[in-house]
């Protein structure tokens, strides 16, 4: 395994897996995302949220187990879910694999570090103002989104892969009420890199208004 592969919490995870059952898969996800919210026509806020999470397939006596958790502080628990499971699991007609070459498919752009709030703002902001001047009855809502993480396989056949993964996304509803009737549009984009032109989605809710 290489070190560009390996993780400590997804290691840790794959070797206590390994001394309860015959074979092991560790599915190990961590990301971040920044995203910023419209509501009413205007910025409501601007977050930041970090997540982890790891993913346990295992297969005990034959059958398969599968458990899933955020609280990464304890491995034993996490393999004890999967034990638990794999009583009821069905038949493993498979193993899993052990180190391969596969294509290597890009999903991850560095100009996403450089996506700053500001720009952020300015590309929803615009995205408002085109929709309302298509009509000033229109409520709009929606966000601008930036994500990034790293998703680790591991399993005890030496199957070992990792890669990098980029997000930016950019979603917009209006809301046109008349009376009793109501109607909602919405429409959305999303790209590995930087989104730098939301015409599209504003094309998109004009058609639908």
Do not use: W
């Amino acid at each position: 395994m290489s070190p560009s592969v390996s993780h400590p919490v997804a290691e840790r995870i794959l070797e206590e897996a390994s001394r309860a059952c015959e074979e092991a898969e560790v599915f190990f996800v961590e990301s971040e995302s920044a995203p910023v919210h419209f509501e009413a026509n205007r910025v409501k806020a601007a977050d930041s949220h970090e997540t982890a999470g790891a993913a346990l397939r295992i297969i005990k006596d034959g059958r398969i187990g599968f458990s899933s958790t955020s609280r990464l502080s304890d491995p034993a628990a996490l393999v004890e879910m999967a034990l638990d499971t794999a009583q009821f699991g069905a038949q493993a007609a498979f193993s899993f694999p052990g180190p391969a070459d596969f294509p290597r498919v890009e999903v991850f752009d560095a100009a996403i570090a450089e996506a700053a709030p500001e720009e952020m703002v300015a590309l929803g902001e615009e995205v408002v103002r085109e929709v309302r001047a298509l009509s000033n009855e229109v409520q709009v809502e929606g966000s601008v989104s930036v994500a990034r993480g790293r998703v680790t396989l591991l399993n005890t056949g030496g199957g070992a892969m990792s890669y990098r993964r980029s997000g930016f996304s950019v979603g917009f509803e209006g809301t046109l009420i008349r009376g009793e009737d109501m109607l909602f549009v919405f429409d959305a984009m999303s790209s590995i890199a930087p989104i730098r032109d939301a015409g599209a989605v504003v094309a998109s809710i004009a058609r639908q208004l």
